[in-house]
């Protein structure tokens, strides 16, 4: 059975830093991709960043020039360096996996609260 489990989440103020990880554990076969996304409330689950064929790409917009996604295939594990953060970006941040099969995994979230 496969788990994701993401860690680094808390309260910061704003401007402050956190860095979430998440670490894959189980038959997860070969990794094609790894992401991040998140899901403020009573907003949709939007993406953040993905890793894939090791490259990292933060595709939200808003977190641009601030967000850093970074992966480690031969670990299982993927990272978001969250800098600057606004109140914003207050939401829940999940980790995400797809293998080479297209089977997809997510996480359980970890809460990232960011006070003003």
């Known amino acids: 059975q496969v788990q994701l489990v993401e860690s680094g989440g808390g309260l910061v103020q704003a401007g402050g830093s956190l860095r979430l990880s998440c670490k894959a554990s189980?038959?997860?076969?070969?990794?094609?991709?790894m992401a991040w996304y998140r899901q403020a409330p009573g907003k949709q689950r939007e993406l953040v960043g993905d890793?894939?064929?090791?490259?990292?790409?933060v595709n939200l917009d808003s977190v641009k020039g601030r967000f850093t996604i970074s992966g480690d295939n031969a670990q299982n594990m993927v990272y978001l360096q969250m800098n600057n953060l606004k109140p914003e970006d207050t939401a829940v941040y999940y980790c995400?996996?797809?293998?080479?099969?297209?089977?997809?995994?997510w996480g359980q979230g970890t809460q990232v609260t960011v006070s003003s």
């Open positions: 890793v894939t064929d090791g490259y990292g790409t």
């Open positions: 995400y996996i797809k293998n080479t099969y297209g089977v997809t995994y």
């Open positions: 189980g038959t997860i076969f070969s990794i094609y991709q």
